[in-house]
């Protein structure tokens, strides 16, 4: 998906213009509150929309808006993974300064001195998103499973 794209969601004409403006943003930012920031809105709004009140006063619009969360909230997380692939395998260009002035060199390429930049990625994040897509090779969680028996005694000691 590109920026261009407008995001339509599933049922939307059915929806207020605040809860496309959120849901739009949520699925551009893949979290709550800087979606409902981003739009001079309450998180309470979108907890409402989704909790029992509204669906008793507003049946129909519970269930579309319902819909139309879980289509964002799966472009949401599209959004995140990316986020998370850019910082662990593309990585951040970085720029160095030393005594708070920018630290410059020249490119061999062009002859130019520009600022110096270095790409820095993160192994954390990386680490993370290997243990979500392939948790039987890089999963730090493990499950022990004995096959065998277990025999409890009692045993009581003198004096109790």
Same mark, same amino acid.
């Given at each position: 998906?590109?920026?261009?794209? #407008? ?13 496309v ?16 920031n ?12 989704? @909790?029992?009140?509204? @669906?008793?006063?507003? #049946? ?12 964002? @909230? ?19 260009? @970085?720029?160095?300064f ?9 490119? #061999?390429e062009t ?11 993160s ?11 392939? #948790? ?25």
């Open positions: 998906m590109t920026e261009q794209e #407008p995001i339509q969601l599933p049922r939307q004409a059915e929806l207020s213009a605040n809860q403006a959120f849901l739009v943003a949520f699925a551009q930012v893949g979290e709550i509150i800087a979606a409902a981003s739009i001079g809105m309450s998180r309470w709004c979108h907890h409402y929309w989704r @909790k029992n009140l509204y @669906k008793e006063r507003n #049946p129909a619009g519970h269930e579309a808006y319902a819909e139309a969360w879980e289509f964002a @909230k799966a472009i949401g997380h599209q959004v995140m993974v990316a986020e998370g692939f850019r910082r662990g395998v593309v990585g951040t260009q @970085k720029f160095k030393h005594d708070g002035k920018p630290l410059m060199w020249t490119n #061999p002859g130019l001195e520009e600022h110096y930049c270095e790409r820095e990625y192994d954390w994040m990386l680490g993370r998103m290997l243990e979500a897509h392939m #948790p039987e090779q890089f999963s730090t969680k493990h499950q022990h499973q004995h096959t065998g028996q277990v025999e409890i005694k009692r045993v009581i000691l003198e004096g109790e």
